[in-house]
């Protein structure tokens, strides 16, 4: 199992990004998806999951309005939209796949058995 996340970078408050997380080494349909973040000296935090097909999706409450995941199985990706981006969203956001097949959203940090490379976001004026 491979995960890549990619498309951070430095954006002022108000500003969007959209992150990207390219998923390979298993049957991409049997498994939810899940953001986190990590900010400096903070433990790594829920963001937001989405289900196997894509129809189910939470969020945590610090970012729902703000953020959209989404996935393109056909493409074995996730994404992450981020808008109305704030200063307190600075962070390393992962994207990460649970350890069982999907049977419900997972938010549990400790679900996720397969990270991948994080990728910095700043919000800064």
């Known amino acids: 199992v491979q995960l890549q996340a990619s498309g951070g970078g430095l954006v002022q408050p108000g500003g969007s990004l959209r992150l990207s997380c390219a998923y390979s080494g298993y049957s991409n349909n049997n498994y939810g998806m899940g953001w986190f973040r990590q900010a400096p000296g903070e433990e790594r935090e829920f963001v937001a999951v989405?289900?196997?097909?894509?129809?189910?999706?939470e969020y945590s409450d610090s970012v729902k309005g703000r953020f959209t995941i989404s996935r393109d199985n056909a493409k074995r990706m996730v994404y992450l939209q981020m808008n109305s981006l704030k200063p307190e969203d600075t962070a390393v956001y992962y994207c990460?796949?649970?350890?069982?097949?999907?049977?419900?959203?997972?938010?549990?940090?400790?679900?996720?058995?397969?990270w991948g490379r994080g990728t910095q976001v700043t919000v800064s004026s």
């Open positions: 989405i289900g196997r097909l894509g129809g189910i999706k």
């Open positions: 990460a796949r649970p350890s069982s097949p999907w049977t419900g959203p997972v938010r549990a940090r400790s679900g996720y058995g397969y």
